[in-house]
């Protein structure tokens, strides 16, 4: 196989970053795709930095014996804990979602504006966003909410039950009196929720979902290395560590992605 056609490795904790699967998709339609989700680890966000760290060069290792040429780490929190981990055992060019983010959300808000980092309580305690947008010189004052409810609901294909708005409320509500201009949605899983989160917080914040800004990224670190695919329809590959059938009925029903038969791989 010619390296230009080699797949494109993408992992998540779960379902959450086929919202960046589903970007990459539709930004670059002749790459060949394969995504795996630790659905029998599912969340992330609870679990201590050792654990995320192992289960990331676990996953790392996998997709790279699947001879990819890049991989993207479609978790916030394996973005924020274990990134530089995965790195140091890949030899392909290894992407994560938390620069992307921050992107988005300087693009989104004024100099002196207010920027709320919602995400996993891994997340929001490793303060990765913050350093990010600090790093980046952003002027902006950063507040941060972990909301560890989002990722079992999104996992149980709630989204639109009322229970989910009920949550949404409960977590943010509190936000609005701060007169936000950006929400960065810290975690992959969240899009999928973007609506009621839009509706709690008000026309006045914009929500920022990385998930685009990464399929750029990806895009152009590609044509940087001269290892874009060419013409064609690529194909999509899905593995799971647990529960296929119930993954790609998720798919479908929150995402329209016709995953078709859905491999296991165990750790």
């Known amino acids: 196989m010619k390296n230009s056609a080699r797949p494109i490795g993408i992992f998540d904790s779960g379902l959450g970053g086929l919202t960046v699967f589903k970007a990459l998709r539709a930004l670059l339609p002749a790459e060949n795709l394969v995504y795996f989700g630790d659905t029998a680890r599912v969340p992330y966000g609870t679990k201590s930095p050792a654990a995320v760290i192992a289960f990331s060069r ?3 290792g996998f997709l790279l014996k699947k001879k990819i040429k890049l991989l993207v780490v479609a978790c916030n929190t394996a973005s924020s ?16 979602v938390i620069a992307p983010g921050v992107e988005a959300a300087l693009k989104a808000a004024p100099s002196g504006g207010v920027v709320l ?20 010189g952003a002027r902006v004052k950063v507040l941060e ?7 079992p609901l999104v996992e149980e294909g ?12 409960e977590y943010l509500a509190p936000f609005r009196k701060k007169k936000v201009d950006a929400l960065i949605l810290g975690c992959t899983h969240y899009p999928l ?20 800004v990464t399929a750029a990224d990806a895009r152009a ?15 999509s590959e899905f593995i799971v560590s647990d529960a296929p059938e119930r993954f790609s009925g998720l798919a479908l029903k929150l995402l329209g992605i016709k995953t078709g038969k859905v491999a296991v791989k165990r750790f």
């Open 58 to 60: 676990e996953i790392a």
């Open 81 to 96: 804990l274990a990134l530089e981990e995965i790195r140091k055992v890949s030899r392909v060019p290894v992407l994560g």
């Open 117 to 136: 980092v919602i995400g996993t309580s891994a997340t929001v305690n490793s303060r990765a966003y913050s350093r990010a947008l600090a790093a980046a």
């Open 145 to 151: 909410k972990a909301c560890p409810l989002f990722v």
């Open 158 to 169: 709630w989204c639109s039950k009322p229970v989910a708005a009920m949550i949404a409320r």
């Open 193 to 212: 929720l973007k609506n009621i989160i839009a509706r709690v917080m008000g026309p006045g914040t914009r929500i920022v979902d990385s998930a685009r």
């Open 221 to 235: 670190e590609l044509e940087r290395r001269g290892l874009l695919n060419g013409g064609g329809k690529g194909r």
